[in-house]
């Protein structure tokens, strides 16, 4: 029999319920025990939906309140000292409040703290918090919660199998803290605490668990992959079968590593790797389960059950009953259900399938495989069929005119009429900034009167008129509160948007949005990316009445706000029928006609963000370089069309920008600004050591926090960011967009910004 299991489920919730729960605890609305409430009212109802749908297992482990990394981080006891909870990790029950504040910096309890940094995860849009890693660190058991959820899930009845991340993998996203210590020291005194783990889960019945590898599809050096083999020979004894989960790619030159792990099976992405599919069978020991990842676990389309039938036909007789079949990866990445979309045509629903509809196409592939198919199983081929065939013919996907045009892009497009020195000038003319000029990213607090007004826009009580009559009053507001606090370069706020990618793709033909399909992001961030179903073009001006007004209000300048088109693709449910380069292409020639019409209505800067290139960089370095070269020359063919005095800015967040430097100056940009209040400056390594040449701006304070930064904290980040980069070249500047924050947090932590703007000015003016 062909099993079919999920490696892990969204758990936000339908309706976001874990977001508000989240959000209302942090106010002070609801108590811990609410809290808690929510959560286990939703592990059930996620664990009930697999086993409805026939799942041979129910995935437990992959619900966490924040972050499963940082799940994993308390469940080990790698809580930072700075959280003062060393007597909870000594008792073994590490309090809610301290995981908030290591991810937040504050929550409802406790002293705040400089919150753990957050970046990426491997390159999804998904954030995690990085574990903290000292020379002779200790780990041992603190926190129950894991033992709790298994017990919850097998008194409701369920099969549990558990997913956790894998010691190699929690150590290769973790960040060492010293320069002199090599993470893999700490692996020895790690395995331990491992072992102990899977001790108690086989103690409470638990037979199988998930340990996520996905560091098994990078590149690992020597000494990694020698670290795989040592540390699987430990585990190998627990009392528990253990089934190696990789994803986010294919295993390469691991390959002979992982299929010889010593453990009793192992999950492979077939989707993001189809071709590593008979290397792996080839390779695999007789005595191994292989779970195949057959089903896209991170895009939204339906899965061609028949034709995935026949693929894997010959993995079923090679493996007879050793055959798992499962997502490629977690179902976090996708939204929770789609039966929940009212509001979608019939035709691209059928095309569709989210995270519930993911668990059907699973079971009835198992069911196809092991020659358990019934009547239902045979429908949903069916029709799965049906709606890709109509897909394949529909008229929605290609526009002749956006691939001629497209056709006649050539090398003039991809570059200003002159380089940076000479365009440096032309705008120190146009803006007579001061050092250590000021700006924030772009967006301001999304109140929640500006989130009312947007709602009864949407149901119809609120008339168009009067909807961007409250949107103006917002603008209006923000160049106040802006010109009030002194800063040099302001921003409209971005009052009117929902979402710096749906805002435009909804008004950008080949766009197409959902009510529901939130996918989480971090914490209780949630997006809802939209889908991008035929070719990108844009039918009109998309920010420039706005953009008009603002700067209106003001003689200060003001920046126009974009979003680059790598970042509308990586950010968006990308169409599958063509090459992702195709679609970014087209996107940024719709982006480039937007800044054209900015800089005719007289907005003298224009931000184009770009958060998600490094995201987009595939994991095995040996790819980078083909698509640096096509998201560089998007992002330029964007800009390219400015002339000398307009002054192109672009935002990065949560990047390593160490190995793409060169790419990153490459796109010409005259300012850039990204993240590094986290990570105290150490980013700029990367542009010290290669000598960028452009304009920079480096985050002053973590926008992700509540905690308002004080002026000597932001005066010595910058004074380190002055040693590795002119003076005459350095902005301030927060290290993300504010919209989640309120202005209660907002004008004290910027009044502060600017004043260490003029603290700096005294000292190198």
């Given amino acids: 029999m062909t099993l079919a299991h999920v490696l892990g489920y969204p758990r936000i919730g339908p309706q976001r319920e874990l977001k508000h729960a989240l959000e209302a605890y942090w106010r002070g609305e609801i108590d811990r025990a609410g809290l808690e409430a929510c959560g286990r009212e939703l592990r059930a109802r996620h664990w009930q939906a697999q086993r409805d749908a026939g799942l041979d297992f129910v995935t437990v482990g992959d619900f966490a309140f924040y972050d499963q990394i940082l799940n994993v981080s308390v469940l080990l006891g790698a809580v930072p000292p700075r959280f003062n909870a060393q007597d909870e990790v000594a008792r073994g029950e590490v309090d809610l409040d301290t995981q908030f504040r290591m991810a937040r910096g504050r929550a409802p309890s406790g002293t705040p703290a400089t919150a753990c940094e957050m970046t990426k995860y491997f390159d999804t849009n998904y954030h995690y918090l990085v574990p903290e890693l000292h020379a002779g660190q200790s780990f041992r058991l603190a926190s129950s919660r894991l033992f709790d959820e298994v017990a919850e899930a097998r008194a409701a009845g369920h099969p549990v199998k558990v997913t956790l991340t894998g010691p190699l993998t929690w150590l290769w996203l973790g960040k060492a803290c010293e320069e002199d210590i090599d993470r893999l020291s700490l692996l020895e005194s790690l395995l331990p605490v491992y072992a102990e783990i899977l001790a108690r889960l086989a103690e409470q019945g638990v037979a199988w668990v998930q340990l996520d590898e996905p560091a098994l599809v990078q590149d690992l050096p020597l000494a990694w992959r020698q670290a795989f083999e040592a540390a699987y020979n430990v585990l190998r004894a627990a009392p528990v079968k253990l089934l190696v989960a990789t994803y986010f790619g294919g295993l390469g030159d691991n390959l002979q590593l992982a299929v010889n792990l010593p453990v009793e099976g192992l999950h492979i992405d077939a989707i993001r790797a189809p071709d590593q599919l008979t290397a792996v069978l080839d390779n695999l020991p007789g005595y191994k389960v292989l779970s195949i990842g057959a089903i896209d676990g991170r895009n939204v389309w339906r899965a061609d059950l028949g034709a995935l039938h026949e693929r894997l036909a010959n993995a079923r007789m090679r493996l007879g009953e050793r055959l798992w079949l499962a997502p490629s990866c977690s179902l976090l990445h996708v939204p929770v259900d789609l039966e929940a979309e009212e509001g979608l045509d019939e035709e691209l629903k059928s095309w569709l399938a989210f995270a519930r509809q993911k668990l059907d196409e699973t079971v009835t592939l198992a069911r196809l495989l092991g020659n358990r198919a019934g009547a239902e199983d045979r429908a949903r081929v069916a029709a799965a069929t049906t709606a890709l065939d109509a897909r394949r013919a529909s008229p929605r996907l290609h526009r002749p005119e956006v691939a001629q045009r497209l056709a006649r892009v050539g090398d003039a497009e ?255 940009a005259d300012v850039i600004t990204i993240e590094t209040s986290r990570s105290h400056m150490e980013l700029l390594d990367a542009f010290r050591d290669f000598a960028y040449p452009n304009e920079i701006g480096p985050g002053v304070y973590d926008i992700h926090s509540p905690n308002v930064p004080e002026v000597a904290w932001m005066v010595q980040l910058m004074e380190k960011a002055a040693e590795r980069i002119p003076v005459e070249r350095l902005w301030i500047n927060p290290d993300c967009g504010l919209k989640t924050r309120s202005w209660d947090e907002v004008e004290p932590a910027l009044a502060n910004m600017v004043e260490a703007a003029r603290e700096l000015r005294r000292r190198h003016g």
């Fill in 414 to 668: 991809l570059s200003r009429d002159n380089p940076y020195p000479v365009r440096a000038r032309a705008q120190r003319r146009v803006f007579d900034l001061p050092l250590f000029p000021t700006t924030t990213i772009g967006s301001f607090p999304q109140t929640a009167e500006i989130r009312a007004a947007r709602r009864a826009h949407k149901t119809g009580e609120l008339g168009l008129e009067a909807y961007e009559s409250r949107m103006r009053d917002e603008i209006a507001d923000a160049v106040r509160r802006q010109e009030a606090l002194g800063i040099d370069m302001l921003v409209h706020g971005e009052a009117e948007r929902n979402d710096m990618v749906e805002y435009f793709g909804e008004q950008l033909d080949g766009y197409v949005f959902t009510r529901n399909g939130w996918v989480q992001s971090y914490g209780s961030r949630c997006v809802k990316p939209p889908v991008i179903v035929g070719d990108v073009s844009r039918p009109a001006p998309m920010t420039v009445a706005w953009s008009r007004y603002a700067q209106s209000l003001t003689r200060r300048p003001m920046k126009g706000m974009l979003t680059g088109p790598v970042t509308m693709l990586q950010w968006s449910f990308v169409r599958d029928d063509q090459p992702r380069e195709t679609t970014c292409r087209q996107i940024a020639l719709a982006l480039r006609d937007e800044v054209a019409d900015l800089e005719a209505a007289g907005i003298p800067a224009i931000q184009i963000d770009e958060p998600a290139l490094r995201e987009g960089l595939p994991l095995r370095q040996g790819e980078w370089q083909a698509y640096l070269d096509w998201a560089v020359a998007c992002f330029r063919l964007t800009a390219s069309v400015a002339r000398d005095a307009t002054q192109i800015h672009t935002h990065m967040c949560y990047s390593e920008f160490n190995d793409i430097i060169a790419a990153i100056a490459a796109l010409d």
